[in-house]
Each structure stands twice: as C-alpha cells, then as structure tokens.
C-alpha cells in the first residue's frame, strides 16, 4: 500500500483517485475550492464533477497543499495543462525527495510549448526516472463507474514504469507500461484537437462517413508529430494514440467533442466557455500545438483549421470545406 497526493479534484483527479483506492492505497486528494473539499469529506461525492458516484473511504480531500504531500509516495497532477507551471511552483518545495511524479493531464504549454512532464521536470528538477504519465482512453466517468478500461503508463525508467503500473492496477482499470513519453504524452495532446473538429462535424449534423474521415486523418496528423519528435510510430496506434482518440471523438462524454459539436452549432469560444465550469484542453493547447507543428515542418491542415475556428477566424462549416476541398494526394503524404 502507497500513499499518495493526487492534486485536482475535477472528474479525472478524482476518478483516478477511485482507482487508486480501488488498488488498495490511502489518497489525499488537493481541491481548489474548501467547500468541495468539505463535500467529499462530509457526502462522500464529488458533486460539481461526478454526481452520484461514491467515495470511499480511503480518499480523503484538503485545500492544504502541506497536508496532501505529507508522507506522499507518488504525487499525481491532474490540473488544468495551462495552469501547472503556477501551481506546481506554489507545491515544489513541500514535494518529498524521492516521491514520483505522475501526470494525468493531457496539454501542451502556451508559449514554452513544452509537454506537462517537461514543465514538471523544469519546475521540480526532478530527472525522468521520477516522472510518469497516464494516457488512454479514460473517460472520467466511465472509469469512477467502475466500467472496464485500460490506459498506458510512462516513464524514461523501465523499473519505476513498473512500479507506477502496479499502483493503479485495480480489478476494473488495466495498466500497460511504456518508455515511450514522448508519444503518450503527444497523442494525448493531440487527440483533444481531432476530437473537436469532430464534435464541430457532428454539430454541424454530418454523420458517420465524415467523423471517420477526420478522425483517420487525424490520426495521420498525430503520427506525423510524434514522430518527428521522437515518438515510436506504434504508440500512435496503441492505447495512447487510436485508443484515446476514439474514446474521445466517439463520446458525448468527452469535453472536447462536445465542444466542437457547440461551434458547429455556432456558439463562439467565449460563450461555451463562460457555460460550462469544465476545461476543454484542446481549446487551450490548439495554438500551441500548431507552432509545434509548424517548428517541426509538420503538415497539419486539421490543426491549422481547427485552430481558426477557436479563434473566430473561420466557421465550423467553412473549415470542413477549406478540409475537402485540399489538393489532393497520396494517402500517406
């Protein structure tokens, strides 16, 4: 039994915080908010995240950064991408020594347009040996369900990967290890992108034929990335990669496909943001993911309109037709 800090009481924070205890280990989790700490506490639930599903026991939650890493094993992140760097800054100092890191977050960073596991490197000065991500097809709400689900987890140190798979290795969530972090960590990224022009596909009332498209040239999109920064191709067509990336264009459940599915119905940024209190990633990380891809002399028409449409630049319907449109070519081009 390990104990550990999970920081982010948002559905996923808190879904992996079942897992963990589901694999028989005790779970501070750090909320922003005092009252939703006092509602898991005293309810048992997370009710502005994941109403009617039960706590148990083993989780307990505080807005004391102190009291959540006190004696902590492995210190799980699952704050929003864009606000890491802040948070963790605030958190470094109270982290133990030798605790691991484990990033849940799928983003990456405005303006440095580093990957999570690298700000958390460059904040802690923790080596990759201590750091580790998760990324697959976790949506939050089917795996605090208990419903059956598998995801990868990275880390640069095939021992530690190991450990870190064990301990979120529950009898409903099933855990696969790579060395792999830059992949992981990119399709987890990227995916979020694909999944709103998705949902701005789906908004629009295309159907079946469309999303496939998209989603399978998207893919293509991804793969081109990670592997131009040092990815192994295979893990674009794992958990990490195809696996996220269905999960998260296929699901009513995923905030990002239904994001897009609002700009296809032509709300703007602004007003599906000042709606909803949930973070769409790939809102945020859009931009910086186009300059990743534009530094790498990446083609990434997707990323480029999708990009347009959060700004206001383009419609959800004029991207689908710049998309189509395209000169054409051969498929692996």
Same mark, same amino acid.
């Given at each position: ?10 559905? &996923? ?16 989790? &750090? ?13 048992? +639930? ?6 009617? #599903? ?36 605030? &958190? ?15 983003? #990456? ?49 095939? +021992? ?53 498209? #998209? ?5 293509? +999109? ?81 990323? +480029? ?29």
């Amino acid at each position: 039994m390990s104990t550990v800090a999970v920081f982010g009481a948002g559905s &996923w924070g808190t879904a992996f915080s079942l897992v963990l205890a589901d694999a028989g280990h005790d779970v501070t989790v &750090w909320a922003r908010r005092e009252e939703l700490c006092t509602t898991i506490n005293d309810k048992r +639930e997370n009710t502005d995240y994941l109403p009617g #599903v039960e706590i148990p026991p083993a989780v307990t939650a505080t807005h004391d950064p102190e009291r959540t890493l006190a004696g902590a094993e492995v210190v799980v992140l699952a704050v929003p991408s864009q606000t890491l760097r802040v948070n963790l800054a605030e &958190w470094a100092d109270l982290v133990p020594g030798d605790a691991l890191f484990l990033s849940l977050m799928k983003g #990456v960073e405005l303006g440095s347009l580093k990957r999570m596991s690298e700000v958390i490197a460059e904040v802690t000065g923790a080596g990759p040996e201590r750091i580790g991500v998760v990324s697959g097809p976790n949506l939050a709400k089917e795996i605090a369900d208990r419903e059956p689900a598998a995801s990868v987890v990275a880390c640069a140190d095939e +021992e530690v990967v190991k450990r870190l798979r064990t301990l979120c290795h529950s009898a409903t969530f099933r855990p696969y290890s790579s060395t792999d972090v830059v992949g992981c960590e990119l399709g987890g990224a990227y995916k979020n992108v694909i999944a709103l022009s998705v949902g701005m596909a789906t908004g629009l009332g295309f159907g079946n034929n469309t999303t496939a498209s #998209v989603i399978t040239r998207g893919l293509a +999109e991804m793969a081109r990335l990670a592997v131009q920064l040092g990815a192994d191709p295979m893990t674009l067509m794992g958990l990490a990669g195809l696996g996220d990336l269905v999960a998260s264009c296929s699901s009513p459940l995923s905030r990002n496909r239904t994001f897009g599915e609002k700009l296809g119905q032509g709300l703007t940024t602004a007003e599906i943001t000042a709606s909803t209190r949930q973070v769409a990633e790939g809102v945020k990380s859009c931009s910086s993911l186009l300059e990743l891809t534009r530094r790498a002399d990446v083609y990434a028409p997707i990323a +480029e309109a999708v990009h347009a449409v959060v700004e206001g630049e383009m419609t959800a319907a004029d991207m689908l037709t710049a998309l189509i449109s395209r000169e054409t070519k051969h498929e692996r081009d």
